[in-house]
Each structure stands twice: as structure tokens, then as C-alpha cells.
């Protein structure tokens, strides 16, 4: 039985039948699927997976806390913008699938957020192979599983299928190519439905995922039309309205994100680019992404291929000329941005040109288009019962081949999630005593930051994870913030460059990684303790007010004391395959990694009074020249100004005398201090400096200039004052 008539104009005319039972059936399908992608994330409960490793999951813990927080919060999604200057809509922004960590377990919400990423992939891709390609069930099956698989391990190994980052924007590519396909044709009979499913459609996909990944698959909605609909008597005027209403709508809901991230992407981190880079070496780097795609996904290439060799169909040929298409937008992504780098420089690293998430998709969907023309010419051979067992057996022999492949690269998910460090285990990242010992001080109303280092290809003990114990970091995978703020983590880190002097224009390139991490020479899994000279100038992060200091290995350095440890706790014969590692799970033990705890002997206070004012000429030296400030014993007690950044007319009359600072309200937006000042001085704050923070002293509108490079400096007048810092979009 088809479908109903009401739901019959569902099923193209010419097309694989879709009965109520079929889509049923693959529902079912999909579900166990991804339920077997997923168990290691649900299965123990607590003791389950969690990828906190690097990039897109590194902001479940900040998802988090920036929903569990109470009113006020200083923690969660905005603690960048206190600590690194950047706007929370140009990055990130709460999406739907956040309520499933909040609303749920940890460990449980983010399982059956990668579920749902899994099923939603692959039940989307294979119903646009039927119902719109006109695939047959087997292909566009075998493709729905291998989109859900998500292999793009060429980008990196810890990319075992979609991230919490990628939310559904990437899995859900195939629907909405499939609800953009069905409006348009419910738009030749009745405009209006298909507009309204349009706009419906638009805004799903900008609740459901973040605006900033979304932004190169519309380059595909809009040019998909021209390559599927071409004979289903669509006209263009439908396809233009119809793709016009989903983009407006889209664009509707996203504007305020995409404005935020044009403004703040212009004076962040991101305006630096390699001096070295060249169109020549864009195009190689964007090569290099194709090339590893077409490995990592090479049965469904061959099948492409050889479907394009014997047996070219129309779809085929349209599919194939997709692939070839988001290729050369790969390839020259980065070369545009290099050639145009006075106006999209800021783009460099940023997702608007990462057109390489979409090689998966355009490379399943060819090579399901490749199997269907082959079993097409397999049956065709069937003139004779010896010819049709041979064509029935080649294209079984085919199938089977794909399936292999999709099933070893489900164990190789599995495998590579069981073999990631303690840190990625959900109970490890929540509920860890010695850090969730300095959260309760935090809480308490301690006024501190901590700064965790990250071992090099580990994610144990990742920056990000600290935002689960409320506390603030200064560190971490940060998408989009000051370029001051990259300049003085250059300085932090100019002991690190002596080992690995290409790891700095690396760093001042994308620098997303915001790392305290030794270089590769210095560490080694035989090698502790480690010294923390060789790889971060401790001076200048005690300077941004980091009291504590989370570290898997031990450190030698005379400022700072060990006040807490945990021992590894992982059995002797400790087998790394994954039915080791099930079994321990399964048995209840429940591993950790080294933790040592230190604290700083000296730090500088969130807020004060300076008491001495030090110029420099340039701007670029003043993080060199902070410094050697604080070296020298006056940290909390001096600030370094830059003629060029702050008029003399400003801070003319003030004579350092320093004082006393009071914090009576500090959340993200909004900060409330008491200062008494014994002369007209210079309040500094250690937030990043950024023009959309506001300051008045005693209701009165006052400036705020750069201090101390990177942060905030406020004049004062003698005497007792009240100050209020706001933060406003």
C-alpha cells in the first residue's frame, strides 16, 4: 500500500514507492543505528563517554553552565567575553539542542544529542536518495549509513562522526535539501504552501544549530535546485521564491549573530594571517583537504567512478558534477581569503570558508548515485537466467563490500572513542573532587581564574571542562576573540616559541587554541616533571588574576605550591582495544587520570588601584613590557600604558597614589565596585578591553582606555567613588 493520498504528493512521480511500512521501517533502522554509534555515550550512565577533547565538543561544559548557572552568572557562555573581549552572539548563541544537557543528566542529554545527530543524518540522506534522486532502497540505505558515520577523519583523528558543535546543521543537510525539494514542488499548485513550508524550514535550521556552520551549506540550497528538479516541471520563478523565502527567514532569525561576528571578526584575533601564505599554498591547503577526503571515503569515490565509467545516468553525472563543484569551493576558500585579505582577512580559520564539512555529504550521495546506475545495468543483463544470477551476484558482492566498510568504520568509532584519554569519561569531567574543591571556593565568592595545561594530543583535563565547576578560565578552545588579547598570549607563551619557533605564526594565524602547552620536545610520557619555564611565563598569567593551576603532569617552579593531587587510577594490565576498556566500564571502575592542583604564591587582584604608571611608545611593546613590570615585584601595584592608546589629557592630574578596590556585583554583563582612592589614580581591570564595555563613576559617563596591553584602565579622582562596568550588544 503507498502512501495515503493526502501524503501522496510526497513521492515523485517516477519514483521509489515510500509506503507508510517502508518509512517505518527505515525509522527503526536509523534509530538502532544510531542507538549502536552511540552506546559508549549512554550506556554506563556516568561512567559513559564524553568527547571533551578539542574544537566543537569543548563547548558542551560551557553550554552547560551557562544554563545551570544562577541569575547572574559570571561563568558560561559569556565568561569570554569578561576574559577575552568577544561577543557571545558572533560565536556560538543557545540552540535547541542545549535544553537536552539541561534539562537531563549530562552524560544522557549528550548521548542522545549525538543520537539524534546520527539518526536525523542518515534517515535524511537516505529518503533524499528515494524520494528525490530516485535511488533505489539499497544505495540510498548504504548512503544514509555512511553520512551518519560523518568520516572526516582527514581534518582530525579525534573526529570519529559529527561534534556538539556541529549541532544539526551538518547532519541535517539532507532534510532540508529534501523539505526545500517538496516546497518547491507544493509551490507550482499552491504558492503559499510552499512559501510557508519554506519559511518553516528556515527557521528550524537556525534554531537548530549555530549560525556560524550554516553559513557555507546556503551556497548549496541555493544551487541544489538547478541540479535535481530540472524535469519536475518547476519553474525557476518557484525555485527563486522558494529558496529566497527559506535564506530571508534564515537570515531573519541569524542577523543579529552574523552582524556580531562582521564587527567583532574585524578587530579580532583573526585579522592576522601568515606572512608566508600564498595563493599557491591556499590551493594546496584546500587540495590537501579534497584529497584526504576522497581517501578517508574512498568506496563510495570508486563506486562513483566506475558508475561514471560504464554506466552514466543523468543523476549520476549531476552528482558527480556536485562533488566537483564543492571541491573547487575547497580548493579556493583560502586562496580568496589570501588574495582579499585586507577586507576578509578576518575570515582566516573561520567556518565561512570550511565548504570542506560538506565533501562528506556530496561524496555518500555521488557514490549512492554510482551503485544505483551499476545495479541498473546489473539487472539489465538478465536476458538469461545465467546472466541474471552473475548481475544479481556481482551487485550483492558490491553491496556487501559498502556495507563492510560502513561497519569498520563503526568499530573504528567505537574503538577510537574507547581509547580516549580519562578525561573524555563523563564522570572524570563532571565530578572530579579537586577541582570541584577550588568551584566551591569560586562560589563562595573568591574572586580568581585557573589556567589548565594541555598536554600535547591529549584532551585529559581539557581548559574548557573547568566551566562545569563554575569556574572561570583563562584559557581554552575560544572561537573568536581580542587581538590584543592574542598578542598577550603570544607574550605568555614566548618561552614555548624557543622549542618551536613555527608553532607562533601557527598560533597568531588561527590561535583559537588558547593553550598552555609545552612543546613536543618537552614532554613525553616518560618525562615529569615538567618545568614551567620552558613553555609559559607564569608572571603574566598571575597578572590576569589566575590563582590556580591544573596540570597531568607535575611542575617544577618556586611560585607555585602543590594544594592538590589525585593519583592515576587505572588498573595494571590495562588493555587499550575497546572490549578492555567496555569491560572495565561494564564493571564498575571508573578511572582517573594525574591531577595536580597548584597555587599561585602571588597574583594580581581582579581589580585595582595602581599606584606607579609606566609608558611605552608602541602599543606591541607593552606586553613585553608588563612583563618585566610584574617580574620586578610591582604586579597589582603598576600598570603599563601605551602613548598611542591613551591620550596623555586623559590620565593628565593622576598621580598613581593607589587605594583600595571593593567588588559588590560581578556577573558578565555587568560590574559594580567601590573604589577609595588615596590620589587621583588608575583603576585597572583585568577584563579584556573591548569597545562595547561602558563605565561610569558615580553615574557620570567616563572612558576606558587600553591598560596593561590588553585590558582595562579607568581614571579616578580622589577620594570614595562608586563604578559600574556594563557590558551592551
Known sequence: ????????????????????????????????????????????????????????????????????????????????????????KATWGSILQDQLLVRLPIWLGYALSMALQRLVAGLGMTLLGVMVLRLRWVPSIIAGLGYSLFSQRFINESWGGFTYYDAMVLPGVPLVLLGLHYSMLWGRRHRMAGLLAAGAIGSVYAWTGSYLLAVFPMVLFAAWPTLVLRGDGVSFGVVVRTVAVFGAVWTAWCLPFVKAALISGQSSHRVNRLDSETVVSGVASGWG????????????????????GICRSRTQARMALLVLAVAIAVILAKPLVIVFGSVLGFLQGFNFQRFYLLLPFVLMLAGAAGLDALLALLQKLGVSKSRARLGSAVGFFICAGLMGWVGKTSADVHEFASKMLVGGWSSAVYDHPEIRRIGELRQKGEVFRVATVAMPGSGTWHPDMMAAYGLESADGYVPLYARRYNEYWQEVLAPRWHAEPNERSKFATKGNRVYLQPAAAQWSTDTKPLELRAFADLSLLAGINVRYLFSPVQLIDDR????????????????????????????GFVPWADLFVYELKQFSPRFYLASEIQWV???????????????????????????PDVPRSIVKGVYAGGGTVTEQTL???????????????????????????????????????????????????????????????
Not at 538502532?32 to 559513559?48: N, Q
Not at 583537504?289 to 561514471?308: C, Q
Not at 611608545?617 to 602613548?643: C, F, H, I, T, Y
Not at 581591570?685 to 557620570?700: E, I
Open 667 to 729: 556577573t558578565a554583563d555587568r560590574i559594580e565596585l567601590t573604589v577609595d582612592a588615596v590620589e587621583s589614580a588608575i583603576l585597572v581591570s583585568s577584563n579584556t578591553d573591548d569597545p562595547r564595555w561602558k563605565a561610569t563613576l558615580d553615574g557620570t559617563s567616563v572612558d576606558i582606555f587600553p591598560a596593561n596591553h590588553a585590558f582595562q584602565g579607568v581614571a579616578v579622582p580622589r577620594g570614595r567613588h562608586s563604578i559600574v562596568f556594563e557590558y551592551g550588544q
Open 560 to 587: 607555585l605550591t602543590l594544594v592538590g593531587q589525585t593519583a592515576a587510577s587505572q588498573p595494571a594490565k590495562h588493555k587499550r582495544n575497546t572490549r578492555g576498556r567496555m569491560g572495565l566500564m561494564a564493571g
Open 289 to 308: 583537504f579534497v584529497e584526504s577526503a576522497l581517501i578517508a571515503n574512498w568506496p563510495f569515490v570508486a563506486i562513483m567512478l566506475i558508475g561514471l
Open 1 to 88: 500500500m503507498n502512501l495515503p493520498s493526502s501524503l501522496r504528493p510526497l513521492t515523485p512521480t517516477g519514483g521509489s514507492p515510500v509506503t507508510p511500512w517502508a518509512l517505518g521501517l527505515m525509522v527503526l533502522l536509523f534509530v538502532a543505528w544510531a542507538a549502536w554509534l552511540t552506546c559508549l555515550y549512554w550506556l554506563y550512565g556516568e561512567r559513559s563517554f564524553l568527547r571533551i577533547h578539542d574544537c566543537g565538543d569543548s563547548n558542551v561544559p560551557m553550554a552547560v553552565a551557562a544554563h545551570l548557572d544562577p541569575p547572574g552568572f559570571i561563568v558560561g557562555a559569556r565568561n569570554a567575553a569578561q576574559v577575552c573581549g568577544f561577543d557571545q
Open 617 to 643: 611608545d608602541e602599543s606591541e611593546n607593552a606586553p613585553k613590557a608588563v612583563g618585566d613590570v610584574w617580574r620586578s615585584g610591582l604586579m597589582g601595584k603598576a600598570v603599563v600604558l601605551s602613548q
